[in-house]
């Protein structure tokens, strides 16, 4: 009995010990509003709602932490669950940890982190996509860009005197069997005799000094028995069967602040090739620019010009963005945003990247208006 009691005591002792060298944070963001969306359906209706995934920022509620191993050395993680806050429902396909789940090392020479975890893809557009992941931005036309988080993945990231560098690689980018984003399907890993099924990596080089900064990227992602590939909501999501078929998307980009004023823009060239005969290879090109200026202390006003175009299947879009931002306090802001998006006449892409169910007809534009709140902690 003695010694139960002695063993108890001691094992709680080290406990307290090893966590009294570590550091644990809680974080988290609420981000809503009211959305109005015009010829959100064929027959050219509009909707008025609370929509789902974000309104500026997405909604999550995160655990962070640190433990200084000694020599510069530390034992990192972070565990981070994205919310729908309309309904309260989880996001990235229902996942407890969906936005990221991974362990690592930090040390001077950069970071090594294991687990799931944004791609480069996120990484490198971070600066130059002036409006982020806002749901009047480039996730409207490419709804991989703000979702680009890949499962099974060993990640790195090291920055020396303004020059960063990393890269990712993943055994199967979609382990959970969910899907990252809204028509790319599922991949969870690869099969015996099917190496390169569901593999994803990443790369990307960049560069900051104090006004200025450019980056480049390269991401790819390889097909399995249930990966899909979609451009815009309009058309049917392409198969990617074959290990062999690669959906891949390059990127270059560039942030300056110009008396005040950051102005960021960028190009993503995607290619999706298929070794399907029936299956076409599409390629896409999106352009981007923007620009914030903060007006006062609290109020800051930014915006962003999109243009996307897709010879194989006909299709281009272009949109514009206007947000107005005003922060009540260091935590809590709100903001008013408009939209207008040109369709072609074989587009469908919309310009609400906020839970779906707003795909026009063939060729209609849209107008989208969000008044929200966000509140961090």
């Excluded at 942030?255 to 950051?262: C, D, E, M, P």
Aim: charged share 15%; with cysteine.
């Amino acid at each position: 009995m003695k010694w139960t009691h002695f063993a108890a005591a001691s094992c709680c002792a080290l406990s307290a010990s090893a966590y009294a060298q570590s550091s644990v944070t809680l974080y988290g963001i609420l981000d809503t509003g009211v959305e109005y969306v015009s010829h959100a359906d064929a027959a050219g209706d509009h909707v008025v709602r609370m929509p789902g995934i974000t309104g500026e920022i997405p909604s999550r509620w995160g655990l962070r932490g640190a433990e200084d191993l000694g020599g510069g050395y530390r034992a990192v993680f972070a565990l981070e669950s994205g919310f729908n806050t309309r309904g309260g429902d989880s996001g990235q396909g229902g996942r407890l940890f969906g936005r990221q789940a991974w362990v690592g090392i930090s040390s001077p020479y950069g970071q090594l982190q294991l687990g799931r975890q944004y791609t480069m893809t996120y990484w490198a557009m971070a600066d130059s996509d002036i409006l982020g992941p806002d749901i009047y931005g480039s996730g409207s036309l490419d709804s991989y860009l703000p979702n680009a988080r890949s499962d099974n993945t060993i990640g790195y990231k090291g920055t020396f005197h303004g020059l960063t560098v990393g890269a990712t690689y993943s055994f199967g980018r979609d382990g959970a069997g969910t899907g990252n984003s809204p028509g790319q399907g599922t991949c969870a890993g690869q099969v015996p005799g099917a190496p390169t099924d569901c593999r994803q990596w990443s790369a990307m080089v960049k560069y900051d000094a104090s006004v200025f900064g450019v980056a480049a990227a390269y991401d790819e992602q390889r097909g399995g028995a249930a990966a899909a590939a979609n451009f815009f909501d309009g058309a049917a999501p392409f198969p990617l069967t074959s290990g062999t078929d690669k959906d891949t998307r390059m990127q270059l980009n560039g942030w300056a602040n110009v008396f005040g004023v950051k102005i960021g823009g960028g190009w993503v060239g995607r290619h999706v090739d298929t070794q399907t005969p029936a299956t076409p290879n599409v390629h896409s090109n999106l352009f981007y620019l923007g620009a914030a200026y903060s007006i006062t202390p609290a109020f800051t006003l930014d915006g962003e010009a999109y243009r996307i175009t897709n010879g194989e299947q006909d299709a281009r879009a272009t949109m514009g963005t206007l947000r107005g931002t005003y922060s009540l306090s260091k935590a809590t802001a709100v903001y008013l945003q408009s939209s207008y998006l040109s369709n072609s006449s074989h587009g469908q892409y919309s310009l609400s990247s906020g839970g779906g169910g707003t795909t026009p007809a063939a060729g209609a534009n849209q107008t989208g208006v969000m008044a929200g709140i966000r509140h961090a902690f």
